[in-house]
């Protein structure tokens, strides 16, 4: 695929249809997950791949579905939950090679969650390479999403990522022409060489 496409087919999409996704498709996108960049090598990247339909519905549940217009989520086929373990970064940041002064790093970001947009984004190339569209959705009810999927304490939920095939009327001009209105000109986020060098 050309980029330029890529970047056209990548939008969160909240309008699926029904149709199962073959698991060995499933299972490729997943895979992405070896793949993925983290801060030396971390790895603290964690999914739940569900697509039981009984616990795709509760998830959908717990990350509030009814607040949406129509349902998208317990409609999307296969759900991803996507989860962080930051202790993996404390344990790999205090081995030997390391270790500054002696002393784990005085993180410039919590590189555990900018890790986890990075495998996000992953997943939506590996979906979109795929012919399948992503979505994604907060949860606030995390701990009940945790207790449901048997993820340990030492894991945080990021979030819900939603993946199947796009409906036709999958993006909704008004959405399309709602973003375009809101897009921030392209100088209030780059400048060259200096922020105080608008051009
Ligand atoms: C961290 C993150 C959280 C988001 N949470 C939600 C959400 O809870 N529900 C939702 O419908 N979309 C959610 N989105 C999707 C954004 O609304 C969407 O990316 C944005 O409107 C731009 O649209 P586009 O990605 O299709 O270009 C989220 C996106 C990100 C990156």
Redesign the pocket.
Known sequence: MEFDDVLAA?????RYRPDPVPPETVDRIARVIRKAPSAGFSQGHRLVVVTERATRERVAEL?EESL?REK?LSVAPVLMVLGVREDDYHDRYTRPDKLIDGKELEWPAPYWWVDS?AF?MLLQLAAIDAGLAT?????RRKEELKALLGLPDDIAV??VVTIGHARDDA?PPS?TAR?RAMRKPFGDLVRYESWKDPR
């Open positions: 990548r939008r969160m999409v909240r990350a949406y998208w947009g996000l979505g994604f959705a907060t949860v990021v979030g993006v959405d973003l």
